[in-house]
Nanobody
Framework: QVQLVESGGGLVQPGGSLRLSCAASGTIFRIYVLGWFRQAPGKERELAATITSGGSTNYAGSVKGRFTISRDNTKNTVYLQMNSLQPEDTAIYYC???????????????WGQGTQVTVSS
């Protein structure tokens, strides 16, 4: 089993910044994609950003240029630096990963429990 533990959420004023972290632990052979999804009240969960094991990144259009995703493979950790935050960025942010637990098993998707980000004055 794999656990994803997020941290770094909170309340920030418009124009401010936050940095989210997500550490993966458990039975891990290889981590492929790491990423962040978000879900605003009354809306469906949507992609924010992803990063592959090789470092290729993908961003939602709404966050491109403001958010930066990165990963530390030595720590099995993914980060999301969020700058120029706006009220519409308010959501629960969920960490996402595709993990292979051993060489013989297929990769599976795992989710974190979510961390609240609120942008308000």
């Amino acid at each position: 089993q794999v656990q994803l533990v997020e941290s770094g959420g909170g309340l920030v004023q418009p124009g401010g910044s936050l940095r989210l972290s997500c550490a993966a632990s458990g039975t891990i052979f290889r981590i492929y994609v790491l990423g962040w999804f978000r879900q605003a009240p009354g809306k469906e969960r949507e992609l924010a950003a992803t990063i592959t094991s090789g470092g290729s990144t993908n961003y939602a259009g709404s966050v491109k240029g403001r958010f930066t995703i990165s990963r530390d493979n030595t720590k099995n950790t993914v980060y999301l630096q969020m700058n120029s935050l706006q009220p519409e960025d308010t959501a629960i942010y969920y960490c996402y990963s595709t993990v292979q637990s051993n060489a013989a098993s297929p990769a599976r998707v795992f989710w974190g429990q979510g961390t609240q980000v609120t942008v308000s004055s």
